[in-house]
């Protein structure tokens, strides 16, 4: 019997990752050779997707990027033996093996809904240590790791827990952002696809910590994939005593239930999903009060971003210390960086905070995939500023990108080669946040749309240097006097091209 | 003032005023009896009525305002602030195509106007065929191996103009 991995993750899927696995199973079939088809997620290294994987005694070796025209030539030669396709061992690539990987410990090991697969894993281990501690202790833990909010926003993660605990409500509420719209990012996608039970156990810990029974994962509607994932995960949890009441004999009580959003941005907000998943409108809420302290439907409510929740279990398992060993400053352990656009070999980097910029284009992202020069880079999805190449060595630090008006956000990387035209990558950041605002102040709802006018304006020659003070001018305007970060953060994206890449707003010539 | 004017009209019916039919009314009620007990019902609701229908129809919104307790203002607001949300019936196939700036890096631009061309429609609308509806997304999360889109739900990657013809059974 031989073992095959093939990715069931989407972005797998979406290179033919299923057309191939049904001509492994039917070549299989047609030439009477034992295999165990296993659909594994991924290794998050999606320019070879479909990665097919035999497992031997050396190790899994890989092929990639297969097609399923290219599985009888596989069978031909062997499985497991030398095919143009073939990469070696999948864990001795370099691309892999200088990876820091904890929160994505298991990706591309496992069957992302096997439980049996996660224990087998250090699965639950962290949930585990976690019921024979008190509450204060786990967040403790927490607080001492150094884990921050890794939605962008960057909040130390014990802190918030701190604030439930001790505020009073008769229910309190566990709830999982899994609202991941930014552009150039996917770790959260491959999570709630690739480790459902990594999640599953993340929010339960929280639950316990703070005392809350009850968790909702808002997962974007336009992640089918990793909601059929999690609801298959979360019905096994369940049916092994993993979530529900009296889980493992402890006493404690943990439900969880995924939602689906429904195609607004704005809801990856906290306070515009709280509303959301209250069945309303995500209108982004007035702060204080903090969801903290009046969340959903007003109780006290921890609300994390997936890869946040996702990294509490390896800390509860491998202790605070160890996670604390990884980073730089006050940006400690991991950040799944996500390497996106115009870049050659695009996946998932987990690696501590510090890295530079370069290193992640060049010796993990072998540069554009058009072969052309980068010419810009925007960190942190589309409210994160457009990197020029002077900024390349700047470590990848909360605090190092902040002082530069940049913004390390979700880890998401999205390179743009020389033939970009950055004037019009500053009118879409003003399209978008006019697209998704949510309309409730002024500077957000109006500005955006007076953002595309001006920079039209500024390209046409019309007025040239009143146009751009009057952009300089709107920008500061939203800057300082939105209410959320959608408005707050749009003007970033517009700026930063501005200030780096004046040339493309000069006015252009009209075709003859 | 003669008070004729305001004499009291009988109320109007639901059922008379209703383009939905005896099927789609049940199954919305279906989707009621599901649902209507969940905290926040309403996305839940939205959802589980376009998932059976395709839409949300017009129609449906004061049948959910009346169970939920709600104004039909408080659905209609609902329903017209999320995008995913549509309130006419769609063609046979669904496409997301993703515009976001991953996309656009490798030229999801030039794909976004080879596909309106190909389909002769624009965002929001359906192909005089009844075939194809296209609707835009902003990230589909597949953004190392853009363009990306979805076409009744399954992703797919690294579109061309060419894959795309393809996909849709178009020679070029």
């Not at chain 1, 820091?100 to 894993?121: N, Q």
């Not at chain 1, 300082?480 to 994206?493: D, E, I, Q, R, T």
Request: proline share 5%; charged share 20%.
């Amino acid at each position: 019997m031989i073992t095959v991995y093939v990715s069931r993750d989407s972005a797998a899927i979406s290179l033919g990752a299923d057309e191939v696995a049904v001509a492994i199973a039917a070549e299989a079939a047609r030439q009477g050779v034992a295999i165990k088809l296993i659909r594994n997620s991924s290794r998050g290294l999606f320019w070879l997707e479909p990665l097919v994987e035999v497992a031997t005694d050396a190790g899994r070796i890989g092929y990639g990027p297969v097609q399923a025209e290219d599985v009888a030539s596989l069978f031909a030669v062997g499985l497991g033996n030398a095919h143009p396709l073939c990469l070696g061992l999948v864990e001795e690539l370099p691309y892999l093996k200088t990876q820091e990987r904890l929160t994505f410990a298991r990706a591309g090991i496992t069957d992302p809904v096997s439980l049996d697969d996660y224990l087998a894993h250090d699965g639950y281990k962290g949930l585990k240590n976690a019921l024979a501690m008190e509450p204060a202790a786990i967040i403790a833990a927490v607080t001492d790791s150094g884990l921050r909010g890794r939605g962008g926003a960057a909040f130390p993660a014990g802190i918030k827990w701190k604030t439930v605990l001790g505020a009073e409500g008769a229910q309190k509420y566990i709830v999982c952002n899994g609202d991941e719209g930014d552009s150039g990012t996917y770790a959260d996608r491959m999570v709630c696809e690739g480790d459902p039970y990594l999640l599953i156990e993340g929010m339960t810990i929280a639950g316990i910590a703070v005392g809350a029974t009850r968790g909702y994962i808002y997962l974007r509607c336009e992640y089918p994939y990793g909601e059929r994932a999690l609801n298959e995960a979360i019905a096994a949890a369940y049916a092994n005593n993993w979530l529900g009441a009296n889980i493992q004999g402890s006493g404690k009580h943990f439900d969880l239930e995924v939602r689906m959003g429904a195609g607004a941005y704005i809801c990856g907000e906290e306070t515009a999903l709280l509303e959301s998943l209250e069945g309303k409108r995500g209108m982004v809420r007035f702060k204080p009060p903090l969801p903290a302290i009046k969340g959903l439907f007003g109780c006290p409510t921890v609300i994390n971003n997936v890869i946040t929740l996702a990294s509490v279990p390896v800390i509860l398992d491998k202790g605070a210390a160890f996670y604390k060993d990884f980073g730089t400053g006050r940006s400690r352990g991991t950040l799944p960086v996500q390497l996106a656009g115009n870049i050659k070999f695009g996946g998932l980097v987990e690696k501590a905070f510090g890295v530079s910029l370069r290193d992640l284009l060049h010796t993990y992202g072998g540069g554009t995939l058009s072969g052309r020069p980068i010419r810009a880079v925007q960190v942190g999805g589309p409210l994160g500023s457009y990197i020029p190449e002077s900024q390349f060595d700047l470590p990848l630090d909360y605090e190092a990108y902040a002082k530069l008006n940049n913004m390390v956000g979700h880890g998401g990387i999205t390179v743009f080669d020389d033939t970009v035209d950055m004037a019009e990558q500053a009118r879409f950041s003003m399209e978008f946040c006019a697209t998704e605002s949510c309309g409730k102040c002024t500077p957000c709802r109006i500005g955006s749309t007076r953002g595309m006018e001006v920079i039209d304006r500024l390209v046409a020659g019309d007025q040239p240097v009143k146009q751009e003070a009057l952009l300089r001018d709107l920008c500061d305007t939203m800057l300082a006097g939105s209410l959320c970060a959608l408005g707050g953060m749009a003007p970033f994206p517009v700026l930063s091209a501005l200030n780096h890449f004046p040339d493309d707003f000069r006015p252009r010539a009209t075709p003859a | 003032m003669s008070t004729s004017t305001f004499e009291r009209k009988p109320p109007i019916k639901l059922a008379e005023l209703s383009s939905l039919s005896p099927a789609d009314i049940a199954t919305i009620n279906g989707v009621l009896a599901r649902l209507k007990e969940l905290p926040g019902a309403l996305l839940p609701i939205l959802h589980g009525i376009q998932d059976a229908l395709g839409y949300v129809p017009k129609d449906a919104v004061p049948i959910v305002a009346k169970s939920l307790n709600l104004s039909r203002a408080e659905v209609h607001g609902v329903v017209s602030f999320y995008h995913w949300y549509r309130t006419e019936k769609p063609g046979e196939h669904v496409i997301h195509l993703c515009r976001a700036e991953a996309c656009q890096a490798v030229g999801g631009r030039a794909l976004e106007t080879h596909v309106k061309t190909r389909l002769g429609i624009d965002f929001h609308e359906t192909t005089a065929d009844g075939r194809y509806t296209l609707e835009p997304a902003y990230c589909l999360g597949n953004c190392a191996v853009g363009p990306s889109l979805l076409i009744d739900m399954q992703l797919r990657g690294r579109v061309t103009s060419a894959r795309f013809d393809r996909l849709i059974g178009v020679s070029a």
